[in-house]
């Protein structure tokens, strides 16, 4: 048979005390903070970390603006008037193949009731809205031009709003 000796509880040392008291409020604020998300249920068992409102995106998105606003000023005062292209087909029908599939996605994905349709339906809105400005700025003048802003007013501005109404519809829900 074996006895043991009762033991005197360890205690830090005498300049580590107020550590270890620290440390004990922080454990206690800690739970008491936990048990507050998990009492109104706004914890739900995924880590997310913390990030400032507007962060590194902000810096970046205000930095591409500062560069952008003096560049097109360059661009005013240096591009020719007129350009020929060499891929124009190229160009005209990629933009409307890319409209037509984010179009498309935004479809299956509303459909699907996905949440990235608010994404699909951001893009398929802009490249209609770009679409319109390319028709409206390159086209010829008489007939051309015509054609160019009854689609651009008729169609491809009304159907971009219309997918930013539905992106900001599906944000909401």
Not at 32 to 39: K, V
Not at 45 to 57: E, Q
């Amino acid at each position: 048979m074996t006895t043991t000796l009762p033991q005197a509880p360890v205690s830090p040392p005498p300049g580590r005390q107020l550590t270890v008291q620290l440390g004990d409020a922080i454990d206690d604020r800690v739970a008491e903070a936990l048990d507050d998300y998990i009492a109104e249920g706004r914890l739900d068992g995924r880590i997310r970390p913390r990030r400032s409102p507007g962060g590194v995106a902000a810096l970046v998105a205000g930095g591409v603006a500062a560069v952008l606003l003096p560049w097109c000023l360059i661009l005013a005062a240096t591009l020719p008037s007129t350009y020929q292209a060499n891929n124009w087909r190229l160009t005209w029908i990629g933009l409307n193949i890319l409209t037509a599939v984010a179009a498309g996605l935004t479809a299956y994905l509303l459909h699907t009731r996905n949440r990235y349709a608010v994404l699909t339906a951001m893009t398929a809105g802009t490249l209609l809205l770009a679409d319109a400005w390319f028709d409206v700025s390159t086209a010829g003048a008489g007939f051309d031009r015509t054609l160019s802003l009854a689609v651009a007013f008729v169609l491809e501005i009304p159907l971009a709003v219309c997918a930013w109404l539905v992106a900001a519809r599906e944000l909401r829900r």
